[in-house]
Every structure is written in C-alpha cells, then in structure tokens.
C-alpha cells in the first residue's frame, strides 16, 4: 500500500487566478494519476504523471490549463489554470502500486470552489 | 458510452438487509477493483480480483470477478449504517496498461439505522 498526503486540502479562489495543488507518497512509485470528482459522483482522469516525462492527458485536458510536475518519484503537482467557476471540484491523486495486480491509492483529495 | 456501468446508481435501505451492486462492460478487464469512499476522504482500496470467477470476502461484503471478467458485484451481508458511502468498481483493461483504471459511475449507499 502507500499512504499519500495532498495540500491544500481545501481552498476558495477566485475567477482568473491559479492554484498549485501538492501530492507527496511516502514511498517511491512510477506512476502518479490526478482526477476530478465532482461530489457524489465518480471519478475522471485527467493526466497521468511519470517521473522524468512530459505528463500523459486525457481527453478534454490540456497541459495549458492542467500543467503538471513530477520532480522526483515521491512528489507531484497539479496546477488548475486560470480558473473559473467550472473548475470547481474535488481534486485527487493516486499512486499505482504493485499487489494483487496493480492497485490505485489515493491521497484525501482538494476541494477546489471557484468564485 | 460509459465503459464500465454500474448499478444501481443510488440504494437506500434499512440496516440488516442485504444487498447487490453490480458492474458490467462489454470489455474483458486483467483486474477490477472495489473502493469505498467517504465524504471528505479519497476512494479506499477494499479488494482486488484477477481471475474470472474469483470470489473474495472481506468479512459481510463478498466480492465476484465474472468468468469471462467482463462484469463483478459486490453483495453486502446485513447491512449496518458504517457501510454507507460511495461505493467504486475500477477495471484496468490490459496488463500491460493496469495502472491506468477505468471507472465506474458509482453507487451512492445509504443504510438507515
């Protein structure tokens, strides 16, 4: 398993502004994920992140608006960009782990609310 | 089209009463996972299954990985409130590609004391 820890764990921000948001696992790891999740709802994956390698987006992200650093193997950011109000959302990181196959664990989330 | 459907989407039952969520896709999965998520929380790994027609049980919840595993369920024996939460099966479709998940739309769990 992996025990992850994301901050800011909550914020309020203003329309235009940007807001870096921090992943850090307490074990090396390859691979890191960032999603969305609006509130009840599932989960979207928005970029995988490799050490050492331009971040993989999915479709409907763009680095421009989404752009992420993956510094060394414990640590990762997700900047939100320029935002406005529909980027209001829970922010989520993971970490792939080998186990029973590869499993996903998952950092507390950000609740980002854009005003 | 959503890849992996799950259902029901919302369940709200009594405690003590059992009940089934299930997964389905027309897609062959390597694995599926089950999570739990609280509010306020990330999704919490509850199990993991590899083979088609693997059963797994965590104490009152009984995991099964289809024999084609292109579905799973998750059966929860005699339900207590602690169960309530929002409830995640995730798909990896190839080995190569595992770490990447798919997920499904989620069952919002509601147990009433």
């Known amino acids: 398993s992996a025990v992850i820890s994301q901050k800011p764990s909550r914020d309020i921000c203003q329309r235009g502004t940007s807001l870096t948001i921090q992943c850090q696992v307490d074990s090396q790891v390859t691979m890191m994920f960032w999603y969305r999740q609006q509130p009840g709802q599932s989960l979207t994956l928005i970029a995988t992140?490799?050490?050492?390698?331009?971040?993989?987006?999915e479709s409907g992200f763009v680095i421009d608006k989404f752009p992420i650093s993956r510094p060394n193997l414990t640590f990762s950011t997700l900047t939100v960009s320029n935002m406005s109000p529909e980027d209001s959302s829970i922010y989520l990181c993971s970490v792939s782990v080998m186990g029973v196959g590869y499993e996903q664990y998952f950092g507390p989330g950000t609740r980002l609310t854009v005003t | 089209t959503q890849l992996l459907e799950q259902s029901p989407q919302f369940l709200s039952i009594q405690e003590g009463e059992n009940l089934t969520v299930y997964c389905n896709s027309s897609?062959?999965?390597?694995?599926l996972q089950w999570y739990r998520q609280e509010p306020g929380e990330g999704p919490v790994l509850l199990v993991t299954?590899?083979?088609?027609?693997e059963v797994k049980k965590l104490k009152r919840l009984t995991f099964q990985f289809g024999d084609a595993r292109k579905d799973s369920s998750l059966h929860i024996t005699a339900a207590q409130p602690g169960d309530t939460g929002l409830y995640l099966c995730?798909?990896?479709?190839?080995?190569?590609?595992?770490?990447?998940?798919?997920f499904g739309q989620g069952t919002r769990l509601t147990i009433n004391p």
């Open positions: 995730a798909g990896a479709l190839t080995p190569q590609g595992a770490q990447k998940l798919v």
């Open positions: 897609s062959v999965f390597s694995s």
């Open positions: 299954v590899v083979t088609g027609g």
């Open positions: 992140a490799n050490q050492g390698s331009e971040a993989t987006y």
